[in-house]
């Protein structure tokens, strides 16, 4: 169920259930459209926008899930239901972001827009020692006037040792528009101190991806490996935090030579691993609670930490659940009852 279809004015596609990322983004690219989706390619969409969903074009355009205009349903009593601002408003306000609890979904009317401009690109590899300024001058790029919509900061730490025999901190700074504008925006990351600068320009938006190595072909969406997706939701970077995470990273990737994993005997000491940085960042975060992106919760959350503090939310979510899926039909993926 990959089909697709363009609405005659262009403003939104229908589209069947089946499609990944990559299929929905190179088959609207191809009609001169472009919309949000998951930001590695491989992952299905459904499951991405049912359950809100991220990805580079966010900052334009909203998540995933603000794009459904309509869907169609089928229910736990068989029957069909269209869910939209207009019709079943409350199912449509549960399918968006806790969309996994209530039916299947095989249709969906979702916003599309005019395929936007060329990308550019800047790489920088840091030593780790530069850690505390880069993330200082990071949560200056965080204050809503200096930060573009088109601007997208992405941080790995990773191993260089052609530059630097301790981690380094890969930085990109992916940008929608011309090189002059990028250089500008990346010039203060640049003055820190950068053991290597790329620059990138004149990207198609389609091959943003194979350059960040979250296309199909990425080690990321290699079938048969183990990875652990762990997340925290944050309004500033704790450069503390980010220097023991550092830390921990540093430590195991000594024991264990990659992330992306095929052999199980390292299961153990990442995940203790991993747990360990994730209790560091959930207890920077001030919140007193670990958020959690629906779609990346481990299950050790509460419905609060999934689906939103207020508790108004959960308790509609509950009172939908028990109206449309009331012997749980529905319950394979972090299930409301
Ligand atoms: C390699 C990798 C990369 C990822 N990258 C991103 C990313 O860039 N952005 C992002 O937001 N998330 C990302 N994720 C997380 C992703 O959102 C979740 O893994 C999501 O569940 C993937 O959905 P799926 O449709 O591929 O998986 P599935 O296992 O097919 O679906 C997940 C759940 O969604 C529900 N579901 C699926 N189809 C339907 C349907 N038609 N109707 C009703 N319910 C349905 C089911 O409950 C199912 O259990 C990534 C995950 C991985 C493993």
């Not at 939104?12 to 930001?39: M, N």
């Not at 704790?238 to 264990?256: D, G, K």
């Amino acid at each position: 169920m990959k089909g697709i279809t363009v609405s005659g004015d262009g403003a939104y596609a229908e589209f069947q259930p089946g499609l990944t990322s990559g299929e929905l983004l190179r088959a609207l690219w191809a009609q001169g459209k472009e919309t949000v989706t998951g930001s590695c390619l491989c992952a299905g969409i459904m499951g991405i926008m049912l359950g809100g969903g991220h990805g580079y074009l966010q900052g334009l355009y909203g998540f995933p899930t603000d794009q459904i205009l309509e869907m169609r349903v089928v229910l736990a009593n068989g029957t069909l239901a269209v869910a939209s601002a207009e019709e079943n408003e409350d199912l449509f306000w549960g399918l968006r972001g806790a969309g996994h609890n209530f039916g299947i979904v095989t249709l969906t009317r979702y916003k599309v827009y005019p395929s936007g401009p060329k990308w550019s690109q800047a790489r920088l590899v840091f030593p780790g020692s530069h850690l505390e300024q880069i993330f200082t001058l990071s949560n200056d790029y965080l204050s809503i006037d200096s930060h573009p919509a088109g601007l997208i900061l992405w941080y790995v730490f990773s191993r260089r040792p052609d530059l630097a025999q301790e981690p380094v901190i890969v930085m990109d700074l992916i940008y929608r528009g011309d090189l002059a504008e990028l250089e500008n925006l990346s010039s203060r990351f640049i003055a820190l101190g950068a053991l290597e600068v790329s620059m990138y320009t004149e990207i198609e938006y389609p091959d943003l991806y194979k350059l960040n190595t979250i296309d199909e072909t990425s080690v990321v969406c290699k079938k048969g490996a183990y990875r652990h997706l762990f997340r925290s939701y944050l309004k500033r970077h704790s450069p503390e935090a980010l220097r023991a995470v550092y830390n921990i990273f540093s430590n195991v990737i000594t024991r264990t030579p990659v992330w992306t994993y095929y052999n199980e005997s390292y299961a153990a000491d990442i995940l203790s691993a991993t747990q360990d940085m994730k209790r560091i960042i959930v207890e920077s975060s001030g919140e007193g609670q670990q958020n959690s992106y629906v779609n990346y919760a481990v299950g050790d959350e509460t419905l609060a930490e999934i689906y939103g503090s207020a508790p108004w939310r959960v308790e509609k979510l509950k009172r939908l659940k028990s109206q449309y899926d009331p012997q749980g039909k529905f319950n394979f993926y972090l299930p409301l009852a």
